[in-house]
T-cell receptor, first 111, second 114 residues
Framework: QKEVEQNSGPLSVPEGAIASLNCTYSDRVSQSFFWYRQYSGKSPELIMSIYSNGDKEDGRFTAQLNKASQYVSLLIRDSQPSDSATYLCARRMDSSYKLIFGSGTRLLVRP | ETGVTQSPTHLIKTRGQQVTLRCSSQSGHNTVSWYQQALGQGPQFIFQYYREEENGRGNFPPRFSGLQFPNYSSELNVNALELDDSALYLC????WGEGYNEQFFGPGTRLTVL
């Protein structure tokens, strides 16, 4: 079982819609989660970090963490074509220093 | 504030050769982590440097080695290159002990091994 799992997509949504990206993980130890956006041919760019259960909002982005169900999600409101990219979910256990990434979900926002 | 920089941008080597990749951390950061990203995959952790010492290592063979310098910049060295070493090599900097220990990536070095 992979430690961080993401649907590879592509997830296709129309411009202006809400895009919902999901990530599941394999154990319940205390940890932090990160969402990165990666455009084709570029490096990952940090969007959000979340540690506590619940929602965390930053502009059009909302990260949601549910530790009991072992999933973390990223909602993108009012999706724009410029949001089309691969979104990487990563986790870091409190006792560790390394990020463990999923394989990413490709998002396509149709004009 | 200066972001993370890496050099070179692209590199082509042949099997068996050695390569050195360089990274300058973001200003104010003291920790550098290196990742390998194969096409279509998420980045894989190679190792991390803090206070000029290796602070943890992923599942990579000893021919992958590194250094951190007093100014927090870092090098990744790969000996005896193999075809499977072709990948995007990413450096990420962070501030040890700060909050979520968020890691910020440089632009990467694209290595092709022929």
């Amino acid at each position: 079982q992979k430690e961080v799992e993401q649907n590879s997509g592509p997830l296709s949504v129309p411009e202006g819609a809400i895009a919902s990206l999901n990530c599941t993980y394999s154990d319940r130890v205390s940890q932090s989660f990160f969402w990165y956006r990666q455009y084709s041919g570029k490096s990952p760019e940090l969007i959000m970090s979340i540690y506590s259960n619940g929602d965390k909002e930053d502009g059009r982005f909302t990260a949601q963490l549910n530790k009991a169900s072992q999933y973390v999600s990223l909602l993108i409101r009012d999706s724009q074509p410029s949001d089309s990219a691969t979104y990487l979910c990563a986790r870091r256990m409190d006792s560790s220093y390394k990020l463990i990434f999923g394989s990413g979900t490709r998002l396509l926002v149709r004009p | 504030e200066t972001g993370v920089t890496q050099s070179p941008t692209h590199l082509i080597k042949t099997r068996g050769q050695q390569v050195t990749l360089r990274c300058s951390s973001q200003s104010g950061h003291n920790t550098v982590s290196w990742y390998q990203q194969a096409l279509g995959q998420g980045p894989q952790f190679i190792f991390q440097y803090y206070r000029e010492e290796e602070n943890g290592r992923g599942n990579f063979p000893p021919r992958f080695s590194g250094l951190q310098f007093p100014n927090y910049s870092s090098e990744l060295n790969v000996n005896a290159l193999e075809l499977d070493d072709s990948a995007l090599y990413l450096c990420a900097s962070s501030l040890w002990g700060e909050g979520y220990n968020e890691q910020f990536f440089g632009p990467g070095t694209r290595l092709t091994v022929l």
